[in-house]
């Protein structure tokens, strides 16, 4: 159907360890044939907004290591501190994955391992895919899948609309099983690099932008029951006003359940455009209480802001009312760099303060720039977890911890 995804796609891979930032055991321990464990220098901040500071970056040593992986999904469930992930670009940034994976002692507070849930190929399984979103049902331990598309030699050849829930994600109460569901209404269009939130008040999960077969989107829709539970989930359509971002394929979203707030942050703009850095923030975004309002509360090429990006990873501090940010792609007159910078935007829902940016200047190595990494946020102790991720280099299979993720002492 079409083309070489905008992830990178790469064939040579890189292997980088820098000496100074890892002893030559821990090197030895982590070092892999033609992967990127991620290393780079730390490096002066030069982009505007006030550094936030006392974060650290902390690669981890799991006792069990994964092949490179990017463009899949994942969750975090506190209660297990696990890092849970689905599907993506595997081996070689060629195989596309359907397994599921798991990372025990997720943030860095005890040894990490990386475990195989359910294996590749498993009977009952969603098909293998990329570039799709995955929400979490925290209460049930259920991990919602939407989206995404399945690959053939390389290219994406079929975009996807359904929707699995995996059961008992974490393992707790019983072995993770895998739900197609049957949604009825109208049908989001098939799509991928799109972004989704949930709100577990609700139980509605909200999709937002992204690429469907004629191009870049920017439509939002809401699936009620959307952990399969409570009774048949039906897709409905958001018409707001306002808007729309000028962010929509691979942006960010992340959602303020107390204020029925969705907050959109960076992404490409229609027919391919540049990318963007604006944040808007979408009003009644379950569909409930109101008619939905799109407003911009932070503008496209504002001072302060991070510099324009897709393709990134952000998470909500819900209890600070801040967005975290990090890595994606960059848009510069010298090409497409990865970024590894993380950036908090305070005041994030528009409601109480005016949002500014600040950027988290961590100390010591950091993370190498990348890509269409997963992550997920442990808001009990401020620290958000990185995996894998892509870059023009190569692949990584690495996994990062950022301690003081929300910039706050």
């Not at 949604?183 to 999709?207: C, V």
């Not at 829709?221 to 958001?238: E, F, R, Y």
């Not at 000028?246 to 490409?268: K, M, R, W």
């Not at 600040?358 to 190498?368: E, F, H, L, M, N």
């Amino acid at each position: 159907m079409k083309k070489c995804s905008k992830f990178c796609r790469h064939s040579i891979l890189l292997m980088a360890l820098l000496t100074f930032a890892v002893s030559a055991e821990a090197q030895a321990t982590y070092r892999r044939p033609a992967r990127l464990s991620g290393f780079a220098p730390a490096r002066p901040v030069v982009e505007g907004g006030s550094p936030a500071t006392g974060s650290t970056w902390t690669l981890l040593f799991p006792t069990h290591l994964l092949d490179e992986r990017f463009a899949g999904a994942a969750v975090y469930d506190a209660a297990t501190n696990s890092l849970i992930v689905f599907g993506g670009l595997g081996a070689g940034g060629i195989a596309i994955d359907n397994d599921v994976i798991a990372l025990a002692n997720a943030n860095g507070i005890g040894t990490s391992n990386w475990t195989t849930v359910i294996p590749n190929g498993a009977p009952g399984s969603p098909a293998a895919r990329d570039a799709h979103t995955a929400v979490y049902d925290a209460a049930n331990s259920r991990m919602i899948v939407f989206g995404g598309c399945s690959f053939t030699g390389g290219l994406c050849t079929t975009l996807l609309n359904d929707v699995w829930v995996l059961t008992n994600a974490n393992g707790v109460s019983g072995t993770p099983t895998w739900v197609q569901l049957t949604p009825t209404g109208t049908l989001p269009p098939p799509r991928w690099s799109h972004a989704a939130a949930y709100d577990p008040l609700n139980n509605q999960m909200i999709i937002y932008g992204g690429e469907d077969q004629h191009g870049v989107v920017s439509d939002t829709w809401v699936l009620s029951n959307a952990n399969g539970s409570g009774g048949t989930p039906i897709w409905t359509q958001l018409s707001p006003s306002g808007g729309p971002p000028t962010g929509q394929d691979s942006p960010s979203v992340v959602y303020d359940e107390a204020h029925n707030v969705l907050i959109e942050f960076a992404g490409v703009r229609q027919n391919f455009g540049p990318r963007t850095n604006s944040v808007w923030t979408l009003s009644n975004a379950n569909g409930l209480g109101g008619n939905p309002v799109w407003t911009n509360i932070v503008a496209n090429g504002a001072a302060g802001s991070p510099p324009k990006r897709d393709g990134h990873f952000a998470a909500y501090d819900a209890a600070n009312n801040r967005m975290m940010i990090f890595g994606g792609n960059a848009n510069t007159a010298t090409g497409f760099p990865q970024r590894n910078d993380a950036w908090v935007l305070r005041n994030a829902n528009g409601l109480v303060g005016k949002p500014r940016w600040s950027r988290v200047k961590p100390a010591g190595a950091k993370p190498g720039g990348r890509t269409s990494q997963v992550g997920g946020y442990d808001s009990a102790n401020n620290r958000m977890i990185i995996y894998g991720g892509s870059s023009w280099d190569g692949n990584f299979f690495s996994t990062w911890v950022l301690t003081g993720a929300n910039g706050l002492p």
